[in-house]
């Protein structure tokens, strides 16, 4: 069974930083495009980040370019999203996201694996 599981979510200050990561289970991920996606109260899900099965590239939501950096570890089944100089709008349930694609998925659609989520939550 495929298993996405998010932690580190919290509640923060504006300008601080979280670093959220999601393992993955159930069959390997090495060759797994996985992507971060959030979810404001009251907004639709959207578009965070993402990164290819080899680590190598990657993309980012213009609201986050530059302050959010997405990576995975050695093993590649494990992603990371590192979170700076967050911001009140940053507010959301973090998810992430896995499929076998190649290259850099950022059509919420084409994702087959989601974890729960993880909230975020940044005062101002």
């Known amino acids: 069974q495929v298993q996405l599981v998010e932690s580190g979510g919290g509640l923060v200050q504006a300008g601080d930083s979280l670093r959220l990561s999601c393992a993955a289970s159930?069959?390997?991920?090495?060759?797994?495009?996985m992507g971060w996606f959030r979810r404001a109260p009251g907004k639709e899900r959207e578009f965070v980040a993402a990164?290819?099965?080899?680590?190598?590239?990657?993309r980012y939501a213009d609201s986050v370019k530059g302050r959010f950096t997405v990576s995975r570890g050695n093993a590649k089944n494990t992603v990371y999203l590192q979170m700076n100089s967050l911001k009140s709008e940053d507010t959301a349930v973090y998810y992430c996201?896995?499929?076998?694609?190649?290259?850099?998925?950022?059509?919420?659609?084409?994702?087959?694996?989601w974890g729960q989520g993880t909230q975020v939550t940044v005062s101002s």
């Open positions: 996201a896995a499929d076998s694609a190649e290259g850099v998925v950022v059509t919420e659609a084409l994702y087959h694996y």
């Open positions: 159930g069959r390997t991920f090495s060759n797994y495009a």
């Open positions: 990164i290819s099965w080899g680590g190598t590239s990657t």
